[in-house]
């Protein structure tokens, strides 16, 4: 940096400062936000990791063809994993195996795809163990009561719904769905019984027991769709999802979090919103800069023409323009990211929102901040570098 | 003696709109090495046209031009800004420093301009400094020094990259008598001392009369030449 350009910078503090704040901007929208939106996916996604079990078991080269009963996988595998297996009179081949370390719980889970009420697209329906998939998620009851596992003899069809069920169906009375309300599930009338949080998978939810009897008979084949397996600590997982390929070759272990559409899905209209703030946040910077830069090209004509007079090339002209225009840039980049820092510890502290600052947005801000600041210099620049020298010298 | 600048049949033509104004129609004049040379005439008779196209600054109509033996009407534009910046010193009216620098920042910014690399003469700029009169203003601001001392700053920063020829537009043309008187004297110095080739317009009788010769034009001609004792 030589003396021209700091004391041309120095000259006109106010232009200076609000350039430097343009391009702050932008950094800060910039960090701000791709922070917000990561600090939210991730908190959403632990959220969701919280309630919902690590790995997904089903059972393998089992073809579901449409129409054919869903139910394939034999339940006693989620007694297996949780509690180890030895041969019974019932199955003498049987190789003993342990229980798989580190597992806390595993719950059988019935899966049914039946047209949406409505007639439009599908819904599913899940079968469920109650008191094991509560140890397996962190569903809870905030209004009525559980389902029953409904073995009694004269079975009643009761249902489970989530919040957001009862806001957008209505039973059929008509009425929103509410305790009490009935409504068609494997084609039969249940009643609601309880609604639960948070949303996992399917939101209307019936014993398996029920399912199993209406797909066929429980006392014909005791199965389900797939297990659900929470392990002791998160950081278990992949340690888990080995050890129960090992111990049973023939099933397949997915981890919950590699399934894109359970996670991703609500973020993508996040990451369109990031790239429209980098849109917005680039065009303001430049334009700041190619203005304020534009004015001081003016105001500075006869300087320009002083420097055309001293033989200083046209690269020459360029060139100084844009060490001052990348100057103000990278005191706008240090004030922005210092403003960033402090809205991080001001939202987090006045609000529940979470930002996460990382290194890659911090770069692409910096960057951003410097490449406008280039590039809204460029043509003030070019245009001075083109001035014609006499005119310029003479200029009042 | 060895001319350091020629022009032959030197024509300029300004098209304003559709008319055009014939400002120079025919210069031929030379400057020898070391020669100042000073060129009076009426308002509008084309002198610093001439002076701008001697200077790089201004495509000629017609002609050529040669400064130090190099033909300034056949290059480039940025051929020309080169020459300039090698062979040209540029002093105006107006003392067009820069007002943000110190006169020593003046002097540096045609040093790092000049040189390319930051290479610069510090003993040069003292000698410089010394027989303008300005060691004490060298950290002054223009605003913090007088007309005169102004110029005689331009002055040092025209001549600080020992340039062929040093071209003055009436330099005293915005001082008084007694800072004309100074700068007057500093462009004889700087004739005497460093062997300076000037070339200077002026309206001043007295000031033409400390040149080596004095160049008559009227009318976008060259209409007389005479030598001073
Ligand atoms: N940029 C221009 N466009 C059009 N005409 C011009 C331009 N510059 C100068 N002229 C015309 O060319 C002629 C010569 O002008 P020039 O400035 O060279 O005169 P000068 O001898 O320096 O006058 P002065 O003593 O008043 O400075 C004048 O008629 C002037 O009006
Ligand atoms: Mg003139």
Request: net charge neutral.
């Amino acid at each position: 940096m030589n003396s021209l350009v700091v004391a041309n910078v120095k000259q006109r503090p106010l232009r200076t400062a609000l350039s430097m704040a343009g391009v702050a901007l932008g950094v800060i929208l910039v960090v701000l936000v791709a922070g917000l939106v990561r600090g939210v996916s991730r908190d959403t996604t632990q959220r969701q990791m919280n309630v919902d079990s690590e790995l997904r078991v089903y059972i393998d080269n089992v073809n579901i063809a449409s129409g054919a009963n869903p139910l394939q996988m034999p339940r006693r595998y989620a007694d297996a994993i949780k509690n180890g297996v030895q041969p019974t009179p019932e199955y003498p081949d049987i190789t003993p195996r342990p229980p798989v370390a580190g597992v806390k719980e595993v719950t059988p889970v019935g899966l049914w795809v039946q047209n949406s009420v409505g007639g439009i697209g599908f819904e599913t329906v899940e079968g469920i163990d109650w008191e094991s998939l509560t140890k397996t998620t962190g569903l809870h009851i905030i209004e009525g009561r559980p389902i029953n596992d409904s073995r009694q003899p004269e079975p009643e069809f009761e249902v489970i719904v989530d919040r957001y069920y009862t806001e957008v169906n209505k039973g059929l009375d008509g009425k929103p769905v509410r305790i009490g309300s009935t409504i068609t599930a494997l084609n039969r009338e249940f009643t609601v019984v309880g609604i639960y949080e948070p949303s996992v998978m399917s939101r209307i939810k019936i014993p398996l027991y029920t399912m199993q009897e209406l797909t066929g008979g429980a006392d014909i084949a005791d199965n389900c769709s797939f297990l659900m397996v929470k392990c002791e600590r998160p950081e278990l997982a992949d340690e888990v999802r080995e050890t129960i390929k090992k111990y049973y070759p023939g099933l397949k272990v997915i981890r919950t979090d590699e399934i894109p559409a359970l996670y991703s899905q609500g973020l993508v209209g996040l990451d369109i919103f990031l790239n429209v703030v980098i849109a917005v946040s680039v065009i303001i910077s430049t334009m700041i800069i190619l203005l304020a830069m534009y004015t001081t090209i003016i105001e500075r004509t006869r300087e320009i023409g002083i420097l055309k007079g001293l033989g200083a090339s046209k690269p020459f002209i360029v060139w100084a323009i844009e060490k001052e225009a990348t100057l103000i840039s990278a005191l706008g980049v240090a004030v922005g990211f210092l403003i960033s820092v402090a809205g991080k510890y001001f939202i987090e502290a006045s609000t529940r929102l979470r930002i996460d600052l990382e290194w890659r947005w911090l770069l692409l801000g910096a960057g951003m901040g410097l490449v406008c600041g280039l590039a809204g210099a460029l043509y003030p620049a070019i245009r001075a570098a083109n001035l014609d020298p006499v005119e310029a010298i003479s200029y009042e | 003696m060895e001319s350091v600048l020629e022009t032959i049949k030197l024509e300029m033509v300004y098209r304003v709109g559709k008319v055009d104004v014939p400002a120079l129609r025919g210069v031929d004049l030379q400057a020898g090495a070391g020669e100042y040379v000073a060129i009076m005439g009426p308002s509008g008779c084309g002198k610093s046209t001439f002076l701008h196209i001697v200077g790089g600054m201004l495509q000629p109509t017609a002609g050529q031009v040669m400064i130090d033996g190099e033909d300034l009407t056949r290059m480039t534009d940025s051929q020309r800004t080169d020459l300039r910046r090698r062979k040209i010193g540029f002093v105006f009216q107006r003392f067009n420093l820069f007002p943000t620098l110190s006169a020593e920042g003046n002097l540096k910014l045609a040093e790092r301009i000049h040189h390319k690399s930051n290479g610069s003469d510090s003993k040069r700029r003292r000698d410089l400094l010394r027989l303008l009169k300005l060691e004490d203003k060298i950290h002054h601001k223009p605003l913090e020094m007088s007309g005169g001392e102004q110029q005689r700053v331009a002055l040092a920063r025209a001549v600080i990259n020992r340039p062929a020829i040093l071209l003055a537009d009436e330099p005293t043309g915005n001082l008084d008598s007694e800072n004309s008187q100074i700068v007057l004297d500093m462009l004889r110095d700087l004739n005497k001392e460093f062997g300076q080739t000037i070339v200077m317009i002026t309206h001043n009788p007295e000031a033409a009369l400390r040149a080596d010769r004095i160049i008559e034009m009227r009318d976008g001609h060259v209409v007389g030449s005479r030598r001073n004792q």
